[in-house]
């Protein structure tokens, strides 16, 4: 079955601090993959997502990810994090009808 | 303001009731996934309809069923709650089977 992983569960940054957040899938098909934040109290709203073309994807908020198809992974990047980039990050993939969400990952930035 | 409506915000009930969550998906959008988030099991898939009719499923218990209704919205229904059942439930959509999910703001049940 297909199955997301997260590695990291919690990560604590300063602001201005540079993040990389991990994502692998394990399907080895077509896979539309995305990443989800999840502000306190909030519902998840999309980042970006990938589904196919330039493997370095650009989102809102100065976030972005690049597919790297040979280690199935999906990471997230923002050059410089603020305090309002804390959130919940979910990584997620799609094959055919269902999403595949990974755990989450936590981020909190320290002003 | 993702278009999707979710109702209620809250409830709170009793192990061994039963309850109705409510989806309203985006205008447009013909499938409708619930998710189920708690704290110990992070975002479980639960049950996907597409155009009213079921398309996939996850990690439903049998307490639990859905339906997507012909006006497109949905309900998820849990029964004989139990305090794990405690938890906030996802409502998302999309156009079709290829294309990005919108979440609602979710129900936060809580069992008591």
């Known amino acids: 079955a297909q199955s997301v992983s997260q590695h990291n569960h919690h990560v604590i940054l300063s602001e201005a601090a540079s993040l990389e957040l991990g994502c692998n899938y394990s399907?080895?098909?077509?896979?539309?993959l995305f990443w989800y934040v999840q502000y306190p109290g909030q519902h998840l709203q999309l980042l970006l997502k990938?589904?196919?073309?330039?493997?370095l994807v650009k989102g809102i908020k100065g976030f972005e990810a690049e597919f790297i198809k040979s280690k199935f992974s999906f990471n997230l990047r923002k050059p410089s994090v603020q305090w309002s980039d804390t959130a919940e990050y979910f990584c997620?993939?799609?094959?055919?009808?269902?999403?595949?969400f990974g755990t989450g990952t936590s981020l909190t930035v320290i002003p | 303001d993702s278009g999707v409506t979710q109702t209620p915000k809250h409830l709170i009930t009793a192990t061994g009731q039963r309850v109705t969550l409510r989806c309203s998906p985006r205008?447009?959008?013909?499938?409708v996934y619930w998710y189920q988030q708690s704290l110990d099991q992070g975002l479980q898939f639960l049950i996907q309809?597409?155009?009213?009719?079921?398309?996939a499923k996850g990690n439903i218990l049998e307490r639990f069923s859905a339906q997507q209704f012909p006006d497109l919205h949905s309900e998820l229904n849990l029964s004989s709650l139990e305090l794990g059942d405690s938890a906030l439930y996802f409502c998302?959509?999309?156009?079709?089977?290829?294309?990005?999910?919108?979440f609602g703001q979710g129900t936060r049940l809580t069992v008591v």
């Open positions: 399907y080895g098909g077509t896979v539309n």
């Open positions: 309809y597409y155009n009213g009719e079921e398309r």
């Open positions: 205008s447009g959008d013909l499938s």
């Open positions: 990938y589904f196919s073309g330039d493997p």
């Open positions: 998302a959509s999309s156009v079709g089977t290829g294309t990005e999910a919108f």
């Open positions: 997620a993939a799609r094959t055919g009808n269902q999403f595949y």
